[in-house]
């Protein structure tokens, strides 16, 4: 039986077929998903740097999403502060109306059923937006120490001022935290991403350029290797026929 072994020439040629196909198909790959690294063989370092990256940059989005929420909770708040002050300078009108020389026993009554309802009206900015109200107030109800019918209209006025200082000052806190803390950690992390992703991208984005001139190169590279290949079995399959004696 004849038998026709490939020559060191053979050999070599296919395996410069078998490169030019894997480096054509590597490049296709990173045009295609955009990527230098696509498995840990493309660069076992970097792509351990560029998971870091990418975990760095889910913890930044959440603590960017941490600072929205607490925002928004702070917006609620400096809402409620403002109704609550809206409400507390409309109280104090109130008891300033109800200790007028002629007013009636009948209309003071009338002004107190106002300021329970204004206090009733505070609980529930209270209770909706999380500020809370100075129990203090509870004095201005009926019955109580500062009401206006039959109570000490300066003990009402004393609890609405104070109170109103007090929201006052939590306004201006919190506007103080919004402007010093949140809006700063803001910025920072906006920084940080960004400069995290250009990092991450300098690391595991294929650079479109180099790839698409390596695309070139590699199917030039693939083709004269075909071509290579082709002829070496035209030449071998010629010597075989010959040997046959058919040529």
């Known amino acids: 039986m004849l038998s ?19 480096r054509l198909g590597d490049t296709t790959l990173k045009l295609a998903t955009g990527l230098r690294i696509n498995t840990a063989a493309d660069d076992p370092a970097g792509l351990i740097a560029a998971e870091q990256l990418r975990g760095d940059l889910v913890d930044l989005a959440a603590h960017q999403r941490s600072i929205g929420a607490e925002r928004s909770q702070l917006a609620v708040q400096q809402s409620g502060r403002q109704l609550a002050a809206g409400i507390l300078h409309d109280l104090r009108g109130l ?5 007028g020389d002629t007013v009636s026993a009948e209309q003071k009554a009338a002004i107190q059923t106002e300021i329970d309802s ?5 609980d529930r900015v209270a209770d909706t937006t999380g500020i809370g109200v100075h129990a203090a107030l509870q004095a201005l109800r009926t019955g109580g120490e500062g009401n206006v019918v ?18 006052t000052q939590a306004a201006a806190a919190a506007g103080a935290y919004e402007k010093y803390t ?13 400069i ?27 083709g004269a290797s075909l071509r290579t290949v082709g002829l070496l079995n035209q ?8 040997l046959l004696g058919v040529k």
């Not at 204004?118 to 505070?122: I, N």
């Not at 991450?200 to 590279?221: K, V």
């Open 4 to 22: 026709v072994r490939p020559s060191g020439v053979g050999y070599t040629a296919l395996n410069n077929l078998s490169r030019a196909n894997d």
């Open 150 to 167: 039959d109570g000490d209209p300066a003990v009402a006025t004393e609890t609405i001022d104070a109170e109103l200082s007090r929201v």
């Open 196 to 222: 995290t992703a250009r990092s991450l991208s300098e690391i595991a984005d294929a650079d479109y350029a180099e790839e698409a001139s390596n695309l070139t190169r590699d199917q030039i590279t693939l």
């Open 182 to 194: 949140l809006d700063v950690d803001q910025r920072l992390a906006e920084d940080q991403a960004a």
């Open 118 to 122: 204004a206090l009733d009206g505070l």
């Open 95 to 99: 008891v300033v109306e109800a200790t």
């Open 235 to 242: 030449i071998r399959g010629e010597g075989i026929l010959t």
